[in-house]
C-alpha cells in the first residue's frame, strides 16, 4: 500500500511547523509531533492486512521450519527476499549452530487392560526406541513432584507417565508451572530406572492432538525416549489405570539425532534519520515446530514485527533511531539463534534502547509491560495514551521481553511486552493444529498496531530507558 | 443404582389405587398412572449417570470398532455382557454379513508450487494408490455439481480436488447436501478420467482432523483411491493454487478389501407385562470408524438406549408393551445391520409400536417429531406433556427416526424423532477426535431422560400410533 497519500494535510503542516524543539519534547520527552505521527501510524496499522499477509505468505510458502530442517533453509530464504521486498534499508543473515534433530515416526497402544491405540509425538531432542519398539508396564505419577518423590531403581523396566495437567489463563502463567514436567521428566525417571516417558501434553484443549517441545537429558543419567499423549489419549490411560490391573504400552519412536548444523538469524533495518546507530529492537523467531505449519507460532509474531516496521517506514519521516527487526533462528529447541545474536552484538547492546519480542499468538494485546529505569517511567504514561485507544491495560515494571529478549535484558537493553490474550494460545502451541486459519485478520491488525506505535515512539523519544544500574 | 427405594410412597400409592381402568385412558389413551411414572422416570434418568458409564466403558474397553475388525468382534462381546449385567431379560445376537475393508496407512504432501505435508485419511471402501503412491496435477473444484459439469477425459492423469464446504446448523441438514461429494465424487471424477480424489472433510470445524465416512464406486467406472483432507488442509491446498502454478501432490493410501465377513446385531428386551409381543424398539449403532473411540458416533446412542431401558426396567412394574434394545452392526459402511434387521423381522414388523434411533452425538434432546395416523396425533401431546419440562419443543409429523430405523418406518412402523442439537456434531463427527472427553454427562443424563419417557409412554399407551394405510 502506498501510505503516503493517506497522510491528512493538516498533518503534515503540523510535522514542518513543529519542530522537534526541546521546549515540547522535555516534559514528557516524546514530543507531540511523534504523538501525532504515532496515532495515525495505529489507525494506518488497523486498517492493514500488511501482517497476515506475511504470515499467509510464510505458512503458505514455506509451512514446518524446524531448525536445521530443509523448510527452515527455505525461511531464511524467505524472509531475506521478503525483507527485502518490503524495502528494509539493510537486510543480512547470521550465522547460529545448533544441534540436528528429526522426529521420525511415533506410534503407541495399549496392549493391557484393554488394546487401544494412542495418539504421541516424541518430545523435541527425544533417543529412538530400540529397533521395533519397547513394550512395558506403566507407572502412574500425578506431576513431576510425585515422579521425584519415587525410590532410586522403583521404574526399573517401566515406562514412566506423568499426567500434570495445565490450565487455561489469560497470561499462559501456568505453562511455566507445568513444563518442566516436559523438560526434566525424562531425566528424573531414568534416575529411577525407567525405560521410557510419556506425559500428558502440555496443552489447554482437549483435542487429539499431541503436544510436543524440547527436553533435555542430565549428564550421568541414562537417556531414555520421551513422547507426549495427547489430552484425551492421557485420560484414556489414566482410565485404563483405574481397572486395577497392570497397565501396558508398545511405544515405537523413531527421532534421529545428528552432527551440529547451521542455520541463521535473519535482520533487518529502517535506519533512523538523528541517531542511526541507536536501536530499537522488534523480534520474533523464524523457526517452528514441524508438526504444524508454525502460523501462531512465531509466523504471527514474524507478520507483526516486519509490518509494524515497514508501517514506521511509511510514516513522512524516518524513525529518529534506527528501528531493527530481528527473526531469531532456532528459539523452540533453546534460544539458541538469541544468545547468537547477543553475543555477536554484544559491543552493540549499549545502543540497543529498547528491545520486545511478539512471540504469544494471534491474540490481542491487552497490557503494556515495561522495565524501564525509574527516572524513564513517565514516559510510560505517554506509551499508555498512544496505546490505550487499542484497549490496552498499564502493567508494572517487570516485563520479560519475550524469549528471545532474555539475553538482551539481562544485559542491561530496556525491554517492553505487549501482552497478548493467550487464553487459547496453548490449545495450539506445538501442534499439528497450529495453522493459518487460527489467526485472525482483524486481532492481528491491532497486535501490529500495537507494536507499530511503541516502536515508534520508543524510536522518537528522548532521553534514555535504561533501568538505573545498567 | 437400586432404584424401586426412590419411588415415593405416595406414588406407589397412586399406582396401587388407580388402575388402568378405560375410563381413565380413553381420552388421550395413555393413562394418568402412566403419565405419573414418566415423571419419576424422568427424574431418575436425569439424575443418573448411567447412559455416561456405559459410553465409557465402551470406549475405554472396546474402542475403535470397524465392523468386521478385531474391535468390532470386541464390541459385540462387550455389549451381550454389559446388557446381561444390567439384567435384561433376553439378549441375542443375529449375523449381518459385511464387507471387509482396512483404512491401512494415509500420506500426502504438495510437490508444487512449495512441498506441503498434507493431512489425510482414505474414506471407507477406497481402493489404495499403485504401491508407491502417486504423483499427478490437482484439478481444483468447489463443489460436486461442478466436477460433474467437467467434459469427459478432462481429468486424464489429475487428481480432482472437491472443495464443497459444510456449514454449522442445529440440525445437521447441510450434511445431507455435501455428503454426496464423500460417496459420488471418486465415480464422477473416474469417469472424467482422473486417478485419484481429494475431497475436503465434510465436517464443520477447522481442526487438523481428516474427516473419514463411506463412498462407493459406479459399476462400470473405474475405482480410483480417494481420500479426505481435514478443513485446514483443504485451505491449504486452495491457498496453493492461488499462485497460478500447476499444484502436484504426492498420494499414498494403503487400505485394503477382503472378502465378505460377518459381525452381528446384539439385541435386548426387557419383556411387556400385557401385550410381550407388541414392541417399543430404541436403537443406536455399536459400529464405529476406526479413527476415534465411537463416543459421539455413537457410543453415546448406545449409552442413551440402553439405560433408557434400564430405567424403564426399574419402575415399580414392567412395561405393558415390550421394550427392546438393538445395537445396530454395520451403520457406518451402509446400514447394513438395519437391513439385516428388517428382513429378519420381517413377519413382526406389524408388532413394532413404535421405533426410535439415537444416532447424533451427545447433545440435548430440543424437539419431538413424530410420525403417526392422523387419528393418532393427539398422542403427541401426551407426550409434549412429558417431555416439556426436559426443554423439548413439539415438531412435524414426518420424523425419520434415525439412521437405522429406515428399513422398519419404510414397512410402516410408526416412528419418532427426539432431535438432539447437533451444532457441534459435525466437528467430530468420524475423526480422530471422536473421544469421551467430548460428552457432557447432565447434557447425555438429559437425552437419556427423553428416550426413557418417550419408550415407556409409547409402551403403556392404549391403541395404535400406526400411520394411515400402514
Not at 72 to 93: H, P, S
Not at 165 to 194: F, I, L, N
Not at 256 to 263: E, F, H, K, L, M
Not at 372 to 387: Q, V
Request: with cysteine; aromatic share 6%; net charge negative.
Amino acid at each position: 500500500m502506498g501510505v503516503k497519500g493517506l497522510v491528512s494535510k493538516g498533518l503534515l503542516l503540523a510535522c514542518l511547523v513543529l519542530p522537534l524543539s526541546p521546549a515540547l519534547a522535555e516534559p514528557a520527552r516524546i514530543p507531540d509531533t511523534a504523538m501525532a505521527l504515532a496515532a495515525e501510524l495505529r489507525k494506518r496499522a488497523l486498517d492493514s492486512r500488511l501482517s497476515y499477509e506475511i504470515v499467509e505468505s510464510l505458512t503458505t510458502e514455506v509451512g514446518p521450519r524446524l531448525p536445521g530442517s530443509p523448510g527452515d533453509a527455505a525461511a531464511v530464504a524467505w524472509a531475506e527476499a521478503k525483507l527485502a521486498a518490503l524495502g528494509f534499508d539493510r537486510v543480512w543473515t547470521e550465522p547460529v549452530t545448533i544441534p540436528a534433530w528429526e522426529r521420525g515416526q511415533a506410534h503407541a497402544h495399549t496392549t493391557s487392560p484393554f488394546p487401544q491405540p494412542l495418539h504421541v509425538t516424541a518430545l523435541g531432542n527425544s533417543v529412538p526406541t530400540p529397533d521395533g519398539g519397547l513394550q512395558a508396564e506403566v507407572a502412574f505419577f500425578p506431576s513431576l513432584e510425585a515422579l521425584q518423590a519415587a525410590p532410586p531403581d522403583s521404574l526399573a523396566g517401566k515406562v514412566a507417565y506423568v499426567g500434570q495437567r495445565m490450565w487455561k489463563t489469560q497470561d499462559g502463567s501456568s505453562y511455566g508451572a507445568v513444563v518442566p514436567m516436559r523438560s526434566k521428566g525424562a531425566a528424573e525417571a531414568a534416575k529411577r530406572g525407567a525405560v521410557a516417558v510419556l506425559i500428558r501434553s502440555v496443552g489447554t484443549d482437549s483435542r487429539r492432538f499431541p503436544h510436543t517441545g524440547v527436553m533435555s537429558y542430565a549428564e550421568g543419567v541414562p537417556r531414555i525416549p520421551v513422547a507426549a499423549l495427547s489430552n484425551p489419549d492421557a485420560d484414556q490411560l489414566e482410565r485404563l489405570a483405574r481397572y486395577g490391573k497392570p497397565v501396558k504400552v508398545h511405544l515405537d519412536l523413531t527421532p534421529r539425532t545428528g552432527p551440529a548444523t547451521q542455520t541463521r538469524n535473519v535482520i533487518a533495518e529502517i535506519r533512523g534519520r538523528e541517531k542511526p546507530e541507536e536501536i530499537i529492537l522488534i523480534g520474533a523467531h523464524l523457526d517452528s515446530w514441524d508438526l504444524g505449519t508454525g502460523a501462531v507460532d512465531d509466523g504471527a509474531g514474524v507478520g507483526v514485527v516486519t509490518a509494524a516496521a515497514r508501517l514506521i517506514r511509511d510514516l513522512p519521516q524516518r524513525p529518529r533511531r534506527t528501528i531493527r527487526v530481528v527473526l531469531f533462528a532456532a528459539e523452540e529447541i533453546g534460544l539458541l539463534g538469541a544468545k547468537a545474536y547477543a553475543a555477536a552484538h554484544a559491543d552493540e547492546l549499549p545502543r540497543h534502547m529498547l528491545a520486545t519480542e511478539a512471540d504469544f499468538g494471534a491474540g490481542r494485546v491487552w497490557r503494556l509491560e515495561t522495565r524501564f529505569g525509574p527516572e524513564s517511567l513517565p514516559l510510560a504514561d505517554r506509551f499508555m495514551s498512544a496505546l490505550m485507544p487499542l484497549g490496552i491495560a498499564k502493567g508494572g515494571n517487570e516485563a520479560h521481553g519475550g524469549p528471545d529478549i532474555g539475553p538482551l535484558r539481562a544485559a542491561g537493553v530496556p525491554v517492553i511486552t505487549l501482552t497478548q490474550d493467550g487464553t487459547d494460545y496453548f490449545d495450539l502451541h506445538h501442534t499439528a493444529d497450529d495453522t493459518l486459519d487460527k489467526i485472525d485478520p482483524a486481532a492481528l491488525a491491532q497486535v501490529t498496531a500495537a507494536y507499530a506505535v511503541a516502536a515508534y515512539l520508543a524510536a522518537e523519544m528522548e532521553g534514555n530507558l535504561r533501568p538505573a544500574g545498567e
